[in-house]
């Protein structure tokens, strides 16, 4: 079955205490990213990986951090986290480039940082 | 920048009714808009992917339109059930660095009433 899988499902975590979300897809999909969803703000994008060793910013980068060493993993890390990191995190992934393909995502990942 | 805009932000209705659901874009070189479905705390379920070059894409009672030339879509639900309450998500794949970032609407949240 085609799917993203992320661990953990909840997590609750003190601040400054490094942790990483897992992102696993068995699509060999080229293209993954990271989103966090927060009430009135909707989905923003973290990081996104065009492909294995190549990542970029999205439009939330502050205090995360990413790497793509093989296709089908994509680990959020939360250097040190804070309370302002409390949020709905997803993981995705698609083909990339202009290939009009759907795009997947994981069942999201609640993190609480007090 | 792309912005993408749902109205209403949340709707009400008998079970039974039809409704459309509506999303709007500014920027319309895209390669394709995608319908997701969100239950509360869940993941996102993909419901229909309409490319730059279609007008609608059907998928039992719901049915998406796209009308790139204006920035806007609908997405039509036939004979609503209690079980299609949930939050619908439009997000659009544009052009540029990131060709595979969608860009989320903040959502339409669906309550239909048995």
Same mark, same amino acid.
């Given at each position: ?19 990483? %979300?897992? &992102? ?29 060793? %190549? ?10 951090? %990413? ?22 995190? #997803? &993981?995705?992934?698609? #083909? ?7 795009? #997947? #995502? ?6 609480? %940082?007090? | ?8 932000? *949340?709707?009400?209705?008998?079970? @039974? ?7 709007? /874009?500014?920027?319309? *070189? ?5 319908? /997701? ?26 049915? *998406? ?5 204006? @920035? ?13 309450? *949930? ?6 794949? @544009?052009?540029? @660095? ?5 860009? /989320? ?10």
């Amino acid at each position: 079955e085609a799917q993203v899988t992320q661990n953990p499902r909840y997590l609750i975590t003190v601040t400054g205490k490094k942790l990483t %979300v897992t &992102c696993s897809q068995n699509m060999n999909h080229e293209y993954m990213s990271w989103y966090r969803q927060d009430p009135g703000l909707g989905l923003r994008q973290i990081y996104y990986s065009m492909n294995v060793e %190549v990542t970029d910013k999205g439009d939330v980068p502050e205090g995360y951090k %990413v790497s793509r060493k093989e296709k089908r993993n994509f680990p959020l890390i939360l250097e040190s986290p804070s309370p302002n990191q409390t949020s709905l995190y #997803f &993981c995705a992934s698609s #083909f990339g480039g202009p290939l009009n393909t759907e795009a #997947f #995502f994981g069942q999201g990942t609640r993190l609480t %940082v007090v | 920048k792309q912005e993408v805009t749902q109205i209403p932000a *949340a709707l009400s209705v008998p079970e @039974g009714e039809n409704l459309v659901l509506n999303c709007s /874009f500014t920027d319309s *070189a895209i390669y394709n808009l995608q319908w /997701f479905r969100q239950d509360p705390g869940k993941g996102l379920t993909s419901l229909l992917l309409i490319q730059s070059s279609q007008r609608e894409q059907t998928s039992g009672r719901l049915n *998406a339109s796209l009308d790139k030339s204006s @920035g806007r879509s609908t997405l039509y639900i036939a004979a609503s059930q209690p079980g299609d309450s *949930a939050t619908y998500l439009c997000a659009v794949k @544009g052009y540029g @660095g990131s060709q595979g970032n969608l860009i /989320f609407g903040k959502g339409t949240k669906l309550s239909v009433k048995p």
